[in-house]
């Protein structure tokens, strides 16, 4: 018979504090493995989010959506892809970012500052590039407590890349 946690117990297992996070830049290691532009660290709240991470023990378990950080290096892509099961929202907390958003054919393109966010519906693909020469942080919010893996668009180099699975 397993023991019962208490109230405070169980409220505290859902609480995930700043000092035992860590950034984990091998997240998508494989895509600044193929081009250094690439490179970005997540840092993970609630679930594990879209990035391939199977299991991370350090983070409060998902319901309904998973919530991390993610920063952006100077001159950082984040590579056009899209979630086709799930909305993601992007939240700025310091810099500022070019979001581009294609979807059959047709291309919006807005920038993100400070405070600003995008709510990105499924079956859209979209991409960001740090402009600036000061890295960029912002929240990721994906609308699922285990999103399929985005995929790239066919023709993008990225789409032709096996991962292994996390």
Known sequence: MSEQKSFGERMNARVA??????????????????DPKYRRAQMRYMGT????????????PADSFTFSTMVLPPQCEGPLHVHSDVEEVFFMLRGKIQLTLEQDGQRFETE???RDLISVPPGIY???FNHGQEEALMCVMLGASKPQIPTYPPDHPLSKIKREKA
Do not use: C
């Open 126 to 128: 979209r991409g960001l």
């Open 49 to 60: 989010g879209g990035t391939g991470i199977g299991v991370d023990n350090n983070t409060v």
């Open 17 to 34: 504090r700043y000092e035992t996070r860590s950034y984990d830049w091998d997240a998508l290691k494989f895509q600044a493995d193929f």
């Open 112 to 114: 993100l500052k400070e």
